[in-house]
């Protein structure tokens, strides 16, 4: 299960007029406040309150946040829930009349956005979080580079590109030691590390777990590590569905040892059988991939530490 920091940040990317927008309700502007926002489906009325965090049903008891929503509608397990809501980080529903404002000042487009940000350089805030603090190791770090995976984002943070089919940046992860997040206004695909012709796809829910995997694995030959970003979109979808068709095709559920993970994994066994491809599920020693690298790591200090000093003791004696 998803802990209860990741639970609510989750709830927190998530309006329930996204929820219901996608559910096919309409807001209902004469009958709508700014602090009370009607939407309506048929007969079906839900009330969205609290700066669009909370909802309630006017002809019964239901209400509560985004997550009660989705069970509200769909009447699906928790598991599903976490799975509908991750679909909708980063989806913006429709502005109503008094939430846009008067003047809309040009915006810059997303792949200026992308342009506009360094590439990773060593020695960098964001090189040292990448290295010191999640442990990732600088063959990986340059591979992710020459392929122009990566940007520096704002106080030490990590840009990770998200790519369709033909390479094209359509959003990105952003990771820093005090945030986590997706571009504003991007669209979630895969992120992808490796070789581009490669058969073997292991995708994991992260782009830094992706990195983690490569690291441990020592980028295999002939594999392609992707992250869906903690979501599911039909984008992503449609991506995997295109990977999994290659001839020779095996499709790896990397991701977490979880619930969450779990479910993931299920859909991504579904794509492989409905593709006709082989199917792996390679689960992490630890809770996530980079929780496993940093475990390496550590392991790998204790090691020395055991050891200390008979590297000196194996030179040869001098009378």
């Known amino acids: 299960m998803m802990e209860q920091r990741e639970l609510e940040e989750l709830k927190g990317r998530v309006l329930c007029a996204a929820v219901l927008e996608k559910a096919g309700f309409a807001v209902d502007l004469k009958e709508s406040t700014r602090r009370a926002v009607k939407h309506r489906r048929g007969s079906d009325i839900v009330i969205v309150i609290h700066e669009g965090r909370g909802w309630f049903d006017p002809l019964s008891d239901a209400k509560g946040d985004v997550f009660s929503l989705i069970q509200h509608l769909d009447g699906v397990a928790f598991t599903e829930v976490l799975l509908r809501a991750a679909e909708l980080v980063g989806y913006r529903p429709a502005e109503t009349a008094w939430q846009r404002p008067r003047t809309q000042r040009p915006t810059v487009s997303l792949a200026e956005r992308w342009r506009a940000r360094r590439a990773l350089r060593p020695g960098s805030a964001t090189w040292r979080y990448l290295r010191h603090e999640r442990h990732l190791p600088e063959i990986v770090l340059r591979a992710a580079i020459r392929q122009e995976r990566l940007r520096e984002g704002p106080l030490g943070s990590l840009w990770a590109a998200h790519v369709d089919d033909g390479g094209i940046v359509t959003g990105w992860e952003e990771r820093g030691p005090q945030w986590r997040g997706f571009s504003t206004g991007g669209a979630k695909v895969l992120f992808r590390l490796g070789v581009p012709a490669g058969l073997r796809f292991c995708v994991t829910e992260a782009a830094i777990d992706a990195m983690s995997l490569a ?50 994994a299920s859909r991504l066994r579904e794509i492989a059988e409905a593709a006709g491809c ?33 590297p000196h003791a194996r030179r040869p004696h001098q009378g």
Not at 223 to 243: E, I, R, V
């Open 278 to 310: 082989d199917w792996l599920r390679l689960r992490p020693a630890a809770d996530d991939w980079n929780e496993a690298l940093k475990e390496k790591a550590r392991e790998e200090v204790e090691r020395r530490q055991r050891r200390g000093g008979l």
């Open 215 to 264: 690291a441990i694995e020592g980028l295999r030959d002939g594999s392609l590590y992707l992250s869906t970003g903690g979501g599911w979109s039909p984008a992503t979808q449609a991506a995997l569905q295109t990977l999994a068709a290659r001839p020779g095709a095996q499709l790896v559920a990397a991701t977490d040892a979880n619930s969450q993970g779990e479910a993931y």
